[in-house]
Antibody, heavy 116, light 112 residues
Framework: EVQLVESGGGLVKPGGSLRLSCAASGFTFINAWMSWVRQAPGKGLEWVGRIKSRTDGGTTDYAAPVKDRFSISRDDSKNTLYLQMNSLKTEDTAVYYC???????WGQGTLVTVSS | DVVMTQSPLSLPVTLGQPASISCTSSQSLVHSDGNTYLNWFQQRPGQSPRRLIYKVSNRDSGVPDRFSGSGSGTDFTLKISRVEAEDVGVYYCMQGTHWPRTFGQGTKVEIK
């Protein structure tokens, strides 16, 4: 059974940093492209970024609102995906989901609240 | 970015009756590889999104056959042949042809 379990969310002040993790199991993580998607409270879904598998270059792509502030990485030895978020803004407040790419599987999400 | 426009945004339906959601993209979703990467997701209250349909009309494993997807180019439709109580939630279309991926605004399905 495929499982994606996010962690690391919480309350952070504007300008602060946070790192989210996503532990994957039930599929061959090393071959998978992975993504982060977020959902602001009461709002729709927004793509954050993606990382390809290492064999496909391991490159990343980001949505414009987070480019240069967020960074996606992976540790294939730990089957774990990361989202490093810097220079956080109040508008980054959202539930952050990790998903496979294509997005057939999703985690349960972790809430990030950016507030003073 | 490709803009995905859904209609209606709110859809009250009677149990057992059909429902239909439209999704229109601002650009063709036909990829250079010939595929059309249009997905449909269901998000029940308090839950994570769940993919129902990929590449326009392919149902994911475990998705009831009352859900069907159709369309081409820039115009797509999700149909529920007979709405059941468990279908309440918000439905999103999403394009995976162009970067960045973009979602529709969501259509809230509720029971009358």
């Amino acid at each position: 059974e495929v499982q994606l379990v996010e962690s690391g969310g919480g309350l952070v002040k504007p300008g602060g940093s946070l790192r989210l993790s996503c532990a994957a199991s039930g599929f061959t993580f090393i071959n998978a492209w992975m993504s982060w998607v977020r959902q602001a409270p009461g709002k729709g879904l927004e793509w954050v970024g993606r990382i390809k598998s290492r064999t496909d270059g391991g490159t990343t792509d980001y949505a414009a609102p987070v480019k240069d502030r967020f960074s996606i990485s992976r540790d294939d030895s730990k089957n774990t995906l990361y989202l490093q978020m810097n220079s956080l803004k109040t508008e980054d407040t959202a539930v952050y989901y990790c998903s496979t790419d294509p997005p057939g599987y999703w985690g349960q999400g972790t809430l990030v609240t950016v507030s003073s | 970015d490709v803009v995905m426009t859904q209609s209606p945004l709110s859809l009250p339906v009677t149990l057992g009756q059909p429902a239909s959601i439209s999704c229109t993209s601002s650009q063709s979703l036909v990829h250079s590889d010939g595929n059309t990467y249009l997905n449909w997701f269901q998000q029940r209250p308090g839950q994570s999104p769940r993919r129902l349909i990929y590449k326009v009309s392919n149902r994911d494993s475990g998705v009831p056959d009352r859900f069907s997807g159709s369309g081409s180019g820039t115009d797509f439709t999700l149909k529920i042949s007979r709405v059941e109580a468990e279908d309440v939630g918000v439905y999103y279309c999403m394009q995976g042809t162009h970067w960045p991926r973009t979602f529709g605004q969501g259509t809230k399905v509720e029971i009358k």
